[in-house]
């Protein structure tokens, strides 16, 4: 399965993004996937992931309540919404699927800037 991140960009503090994780080379519903990011001097972290059928979702509590994930099966692709953005979520968004409990393919990461 090949990923491939896009939706970025700079914003302002505020503001709304929504970023996409198109997968292609196989059969996308298998997988878990999840969103990760790592802003400058950080490590990668966790931001989001939902399941593959159920669509049962996860959420970091530093996004809870700002950002949503959601998925489109027919489409191959995970979306995230991401509102009340803060500079602090400024990073490399990168998606992820999940194969039991592995992520075991990903995407090229998206830049997200968000100024204050």
């Known amino acids: 399965v090949q990923l491939q991140a896009s939706g970025g960009g700079l914003v302002q503090a505020g503001d709304s993004l929504r970023l996409s994780c198109a997968a292609s080379g196989g059969t996308f519903s298998y997988y878990d996937v999840g969103w990760f990011r790592q802003g400058p001097g950080k490590e990668r972290e966790f931001v989001a992931l939902?399941?593959?059928?159920?669509?049962?979702?996860y959420y970091s509590d530093s996004v809870k309540g700002r950002f949503t994930i959601s998925r489109d099966n027919a489409k191959n692709t995970v979306y995230l919404q991401m509102n009340s953005l803060k500079p602090e979520d400024t990073a490399v968004y990168s998606c992820a699927a999940k194969l039991y409990d592995t992520y075991a393919y990903w995407g090229q990461g998206t830049q997200v800037t968000v100024s204050s």
């Open positions: 939902i399941s593959r059928s159920e669509g049962i979702t």
